[in-house]
């Protein structure tokens, strides 16, 4: 009865790769099954606050996912939310999106909880260059899906996201700019977007 007195640490999922490789369609999967189990589930998604990042507020498919926004500044809201109220697992999607180090905080809160956590993000940015903590996750995680898609260019595996349109700059708010373009893409075939 002694390890009684701690809860059994959750279990991190991690589903990783490019856009278009049907990573929120995996999390939408895994919340209806979970749901029909009669588990208790949260969702949550990283609010991108510019579209000089890279996300989406569904799947590709158009199958809306139950979530609430968080703020992508403020991940520990997440924690807010979950409160005490019994929740047993918690979808995030786009966690690409958070800062490292405080959404690993919010992810170790919940494991330690006896969460069990199912995330997904992009590894890399358009740039190629490792996007938040996604790549952190994937070694900490329990179970790691990687994803992939198709290049738009030679028909290979694709791991990278390509931007192929929209503004370069980065300001918030404001209204009229061109809305930023992927395509999925292959290392090899992969180029940084200009503007
Ligand atoms: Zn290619």
């Known amino acids: 009865m002694a390890n009684k007195l701690k809860p059994k640490k959750g279990k991190l999922t991690v589903i990783a790769g490019p856009m278009f490789a049907g990573k929120t369609t995996k999390l939408l999967t895994l919340f209806s099954v979970l749901s029909d189990l009669d588990f208790s589930v949260l969702c949550f998604k990283a609010e991108a606050l510019s579209n000089g990042g890279m996300g989406h507020t569904r799947s590709h498919d158009e199958r809306p996912l139950p979530v609430i926004y968080i703020d992508m500044n403020k991940p520990e809201k997440i924690l807010h939310y979950v409160g005490s109220g019994g929740i047993q697992k918690v979808i995030i999607d786009a966690v690409h ?99």
């Open 97 to 195: 999106f958070f800062p490292k180090t405080s959404f690993m905080g919010v992810v170790d809160t919940l494991l330690a909880q006896g969460i069990d956590v199912y995330v997904n993000g992009l590894i890399f940015d358009y740039r190629k260059k490792e996007y938040g903590a996604t790549r952190v996750l994937m070694k900490k995680a329990d179970e790691c899906i990687e994803q992939y898609s198709i290049c738009v260019k030679c028909g290979g595996r694709a791991a990278h996201t390509e931007r192929v349109s929209g503004s370069t700059e980065v300001s918030i708010g404001t209204t009229g700019r061109k809305k930023a373009e992927y395509v999925a893409v292959c290392s090899t075939c992969h180029k940084v977007y200009q503007g």
